[in-house]
Nanobody, 113 residues
Framework: QVQLVESGGGLVQAGGSLRLSCAAS???????DFWWYRQAPGKQRELVA????????NYADSAKGRFTISRDNPKNTVYLQMNSLKPGDTAVYYC???????WGQGTQVTVSS
């Protein structure tokens, strides 16, 4: 069974940065696509960024220019570097393995004004 464990969330002031990590178990990591989602209180879960097995990336409009998704296949880890954070980025951030459908448990990001 594939497990995804997110880390790196926390409390940061507006304008600050955080790097989220998503560590995955399993030997087929390099062939899988991964997406980062977020869910703010009272709102639906929304896509933030995605990365495919070849390293191709896509971003939500809200993330373009501020967030960078990357992967380190030998470490079985996907990252989300978040810069110029805004209070509107406050949410629980989840990663998802799009090949298996598995979700991580989420990591809380709180941006204070």
């Amino acid at each position: 069974q594939v497990q995804l464990v997110e880390s790196g969330g926390g409390l940061v002031q507006a304008g600050g940065s955080l790097r989220l990590s998503c560590a995955a178990s399993g030997s087929t990591f390099s062939s899988h696509d991964f997406w980062w989602y977020r869910q703010a209180p009272g709102k639906q879960r929304e896509l933030v960024a995605s990365i495919n097995s070849r390293g191709g990336t896509n971003y939500a409009d809200s993330a373009k220019g501020r967030f960078t998704i990357s992967r380190d296949n030998p470490k079985n880890t996907v990252y989300l570097q978040m810069n110029s954070l805004k209070p509107g980025d406050t949410a629980v951030y989840y990663c998802r393995d799009m090949n298996t459908g598995y979700w991580g448990q989420g990591t809380q990001v709180t941006v204070s004004s």
